[in-house]
């Protein structure tokens, strides 16, 4: 199991945030794998400026992949300009990550 931290660029409409997310989504599941659970941060402010923004919208994804398709996977974030950055972790106990955390969901209808 894998985890993903995504920073869109704070000011992208809606619309184009959950094209973005539905991209992911389905970027994962083409390759093989499956989307278990998306936490919506929301707007944060950054620690420090990226590319002149101080603030990003972060969007956590848990999911399994095969470990032969991470590469391209992580490739094909790269190319989205949408995305200030992201972070890929391997988690080596998955079990032992609470579930009883609120979360905000992105509505995709």
Do not use: C
Not at 31 to 44: C, I, L, N, S, Y
Request: proline content about 4%; overall charge positive.
């Amino acid at each position: 199991m894998y985890e993903l931290m995504v920073i869109l660029k704070p000011l992208l409409p809606d619309d184009v945030r959950k094209a973005i997310h539905k991209n992911i989504v389905k970027t994962i599941s083409d390759m093989g794998g499956e989307a278990k659970d998306v936490d919506v941060w929301g707007k944060r402010y950054l620690a420090y400026k990226i590319k002149g923004h101080s603030e990003g919208y972060y969007i956590v994804y848990n999911f399994d992949l095969p470990a032969d398709q991470l590469g391209e996977f992580t490739r094909q974030l790269k190319l989205k300009q949408e995305i200030l950055r992201f972070v890929t972790l391997k988690i080596s106990r998955p079990e032992e990550i609470d579930k009883t955390l609120k979360k905000k969901v992105i509505d995709l209808e």
